[in-house]
T-cell receptor, first 115, second 112 residues
Framework: DAGVTQSPTHLIKTRGQHVTLRCSPI?????VSWYQQVLGQGPQFIFQ???????GRGNFPDRFSARQFPNYSSELNVNALLLGDSALYLC??????????????FGPGTRLTVT | DAKTTQPPSMDCAEGRAANLPCNHS???????VYWYRQIHSQGPQYIIH?????ETNEMASLIITEDRKSSTLILPHATLRDTAVYYC?????????????WGAGTKLIIKP
């Protein structure tokens, strides 16, 4: 079975631009979570979506938004990019709401560089 | 902030057991301890989790102290492919949200 897939793999954007990152969960998984990982640090939680509804949000500004589609794939959108948004963006999927009974499986990430 | 404390780095000889410590002195009674690892340039990989009993799976063993204030992840026969950053995480649930709060992890280097 295919794992979590993310696109694109790498992306270079300029300050002020907008970016859309995409994630396809493992087949049968209904929940998708997004994380930001700055170099040298652990991942930071951004959003969790389950059954197309936002079910969790981390401490990120409104420039960050996401949505989940009927096929459970997801997009993360970031507006008005800042240099500090440069990071590895990770998507994770789980069968249900990520918790004790539903483990998260991570994709390889999208490396975003803002210049 | 992360609720766990881990050493920033550790070395281990190939073929030996790698023992990775984690302190979580403020853990509450219904919080689980999770371990993930992240090999360079890849997404994190789930290893194991536990509440208060010791746990073992095909990848590793998790030993949790009786007072639950610390735990140890054991890789019984480390190989070069086990070189990675290992994250110890205490599950935190706020309201109806679920999220993992990650620290900086332990960089484990397996040496031949």
């Amino acid at each position: 079975d295919a794992g979590v897939t993310q696109s694109p793999t790498h992306l270079i954007k300029t300050r002020g631009q907008h970016v859309t990152l995409r994630c396809s969960p493992i087949s049968g998984h209904k929940s998708v979570s997004w994380y930001q990982q700055v170099l040298g640090q652990g991942p930071q939680f951004i959003f969790q979506y389950y059954e197309k509804e936002e079910r969790g949000r981390g401490n990120f500004p409104d420039r960050f938004s996401a949505r989940q589609f009927p096929n459970y794939s997801s997009e993360l959108n970031v507006n008005a990019l800042l240099l500090g948004d440069s990071a590895l963006y990770l998507c994770a999927s789980s069968r249900g709401l990520a918790g004790v009974f539903y483990e998260q499986y991570f994709g390889p990430g999208t490396r975003l560089t803002v210049t | 902030d992360a609720k766990t404390t881990q050493p920033p780095s550790m070395d281990c000889a190939e073929g030996r057991a790698a023992n990775l410590p984690c302190n979580h002195s403020t853990i509450s009674g219904n919080e689980y301890v999770y371990w993930y690892r992240q090999i360079h340039s890849q997404g994190p990989q789930y290893i194991i989790h536990g509440l208060k009993n010791n746990e073992t799976n095909e990848m590793a063993s998790l030993i949790i102290t009786e007072d639950r204030k610390s735990s140890t992840l054991i890789l019984p026969h480390a190989t070069l492919r086990d070189t990675a950053v290992y994250y110890c995480i205490v599950r935190e649930a706020r309201d109806s949200n679920y999220q993992l709060i990650w620290g900086a992890g332990t960089k484990l280097i397996i040496k031949p």
